[in-house]
């Protein structure tokens, strides 16, 4: 099977080709290599390679420049994937597409489902719903996983940004009253090969198992961190309502993702949270 992953110097990116099944030929390409919002470009690289499944790992996900810098955002989260999945369907291959729970508005109080009405708060989750909805007519056997809160050992995201916060001051302030779940990237790359083996279709949710906001997040890094000696002394977190920490973009409030079709696909429930941390730590532990 021959595989063609997107983004793939991005923190997904680099799970899915670590966790690539043995028999998949991977093609890996980043901007550099293949510029999606290039139509002609795109159907040029996807005829010549022939590849049996595409993986877009590809996005654009600086949510606070996405206000100011709107066209980069809808060219890379809408136009990419529509022109990724017109020449999936030129040549009969499956799509994957990576999408957010950004296109929620965050006022429910339960897990959102898949089929639940989007409404997204800002150009980053409009970008995003965008892009869904273009791949979806072009391709509509395509599959579509929409996650959340994702990090890993490496790469720029909210875990390493604590740590490094925590080694250099002497207290942090963190939002705690934007729920979610925290997204191992490791986790999101074995779930979309397992999702791409039983041929799933349409709109699917995964994440890690529980919920938390970024306070508990950063709570738990911390706790974690110390207890494995990536961190020698703690510093006080102080909770902090969104409206004491102003950001250009608006966020969810709650954006947990409902699991349960994604989970009953992949005949089991992903690891919780908080076990996934524990996993990244240990990578970062060998970095």
């Known amino acids: 099977m021959k595989v063609l992953i997107t ?35 795109v159907e040029a690289f996807v005829g010549q390679a022939a590849p049996d499944l595409i993986i877009n790992a590809a996005a654009y996900t600086a949510v606070d420049r996405a206000e100011q810098d709107a066209e980069a ?27 957010t729970d ?24 409009q970008s995003k ?49 934007q729920i979610g779940t925290p997204t191992h990237a490791d986790s999101l ?8 083996a039983t041929g799933a279709q349409g709109l699917h949710h995964f994440t890690d198992a ?6 508990d997040f950063a709570v738990a890094i911390q706790d974690e961190a110390l207890a494995s000696g990536l961190l020698t002394k703690a510093v006080p977190i102080i909770p902090i309502r969104s409206q004491d920490y102003p950001t250009p973009a608006r966020r ?5 993702l409902d699991k349960t079709d994604t989970y009953a696909a992949l005949g089991a429930p992903a690891a919780h949270w908080r076990v996934e941390l524990r996993n990244a730590l240990s990578q970062l532990e060998s970095l």
Request: one cysteine or more; charged letters at 15%; glycine letters at 8%.
């Open 73 to 99: 955002a809808f060219a890379a989260n809408h136009k990419g994937p529509e022109n990724l999945a017109r020449a999936a369907a030129a040549i009969g291959a499956k799509l994957v597409h990576i999408s």
């Open 129 to 177: 719903a965008k892009g869904e909805a273009a791949v979806l007519a072009c391709l509509p056997d395509a599959l579509i996983v929409r996650t959340a809160w994702v990090y890993a050992a490496q790469g720029s995201n909210f875990l390493r940004t604590m740590l490094r916060l925590m080694g250099e001051r002497p207290e942090l302030r963190v939002v705690a009253d």
């Open 7 to 41: 983004g793939a110097n991005g923190q997904v990116g680099r799970a899915l080709q670590a966790r690539a099944p043995a028999h998949a030929v991977i093609i890996a390409v980043g901007h550099a290599d293949l510029d999606i919002n290039n139509q002609a470009a």
């Open 189 to 196: 790359a074995s779930a979309l090969w397992a999702l791409a």
């Open 252 to 256: 969810p409030a709650y954006s947990v």
């Open 102 to 125: 950004f296109v929620f508005d965050g006022q429910a109080s339960s897990p959102y489902a898949p089929a639940h009405p989007l409404a997204p708060l800002g150009v980053y989750g």
């Open 210 to 215: 529980g919920a938390a906001s970024w306070y």
